[in-house]
């Protein structure tokens, strides 16, 4: 008889790549993983791992015994998860979660979940779309809001919606009459999200077809640092205006009309690893679907002129 401990033995080793991975991942030693693989290989007659000084690395057997493996281990899961009452989900979950989502509903997120799952302790670590991808690969966080989606294998994404980019500068920039052009602004430095992020790429590509020679940028992880910048008369900001109700309202802060190509939304997705434990990752992308849903319709963003024209140039 396959004993199913082996054969989740089996996945993390080829999942993780490692022994030493394993067993840290199952809370054992690296003697007791090579013993399940050796008595799992046993069992099924085939070899499933070669192995090198390099590590170990799945053979073409183990490689077709994979998914088998796999389906074994939801098919527990799922009925574990049918025993149990929704709430009495627990234990840890590694977030991570872009800026943008932390100044708009994330707040209402972890309330949601403190509610529905009041023994589930969240880890959320702020950073940059980027690193969270790797994060997310490496199994260092479980689960991310980033701009996504992440398209490599095994990966789910839920979408979370978007928000649009506007340009933004203090009132007391001293920029031409409106509209301005693209050479307006870039007379003085463009700040937006990091130079390795999805907008600054666009918009430095934006300012070159515009032939803006040599376009002065300067990319943060830190919104919270792109606006003071802003503020501070640097430059202008491309930035979602979604969470600057407070400096719009206040005129620190103004969304200018550029004439120029549309700027494109920020899409964001919950996006995790799909396995066999990766059930409190979908119900938690779930409710962060819904939570960024009703932040939508709860909460519209008074924008000024310029900022509905620039929104109906680009449904145009």
């Known amino acids: 008889m396959i004993d199913l401990r082996n054969i989740e033995t089996f996945y993390w080793v080829a999942t993780l790549g490692s022994f030493r991975a394993c067993a840290e991942k199952l809370n054992t030693t690296q003697p007791a993983i090579s013993q399940r693989i050796a008595s799992l290989e046993d069992s099924l007659g085939v070899k499933l791992f070669e192995r090198d000084a390099r590590g170990v690395r799945l053979t073409g057997k183990g490689h077709e015994l994979l998914s088998h493996a796999e389906r074994m281990l939801q098919v527990r899961q799922d009925m574990l998860q ?5 709430n009495v989900m627990s234990g840890s979950l590694r977030i991570g979660v872009a800026e943008t989502i932390v100044q708009t509903w994330l707040s209402a997120f972890i309330e949601c979940v403190h509610t529905m799952y009041p023994a589930l302790v969240l880890e959320i670590d702020v950073d940059t779309s980027d690193v969270m991808r790797a994060q997310l690969m490496s199994r260092r966080i479980d689960l991310a809001f980033l701009m996504g989606p992440v398209l490599e294998p095994r990966v789910e994404n839920l979408p979370l919606g978007g928000y649009p980019l506007a340009w933004v ?7 031409p009459p409106e509209p301005l052009t693209l050479a307006d602004v870039a007379e003085f430095p463009v ?3 990091p130079a390795n992020s999805q907008p600054y790429q666009y918009v430095r ?3 070159m077809r515009a032939r803006v020679p040599q376009p002065r940028m300067y990319g943060s992880a830190s919104l919270s640092m792109v606006v003071r910048m802003a503020k501070d ?3 202008a900001a491309v930035i979602t205006p979604v969470f600057l109700d407070a400096e ?3 005129g620190d802060l103004r969304v200018l009309d550029v004439q120029a190509e549309p700027l494109p939304d920020l899409s964001f997705t919950a996006t995790w690893v799909q396995g066999p434990d990766s059930h409190a990752e979908r119900m938690l992308a779930l409710l962060a679907q819904q939570t960024a849903q009703r932040a939508r319709v709860s909460r519209r963003v008074a924008l000024p002129r310029p900022a509905r024209r620039i929104a109906r140039k680009r449904q145009t």
């Open 233 to 235: 008369r640097i430059g």
């Open 248 to 250: 719009l309202a206040a």
């Open 82 to 86: 049918a025993a149990r009452e929704q």
């Open 205 to 207: 590509d934006m300012l």
């Open 169 to 175: 500068a203090s009132p007391l920039l001293p920029l």
């Open 191 to 193: 700040i937006t999200y």
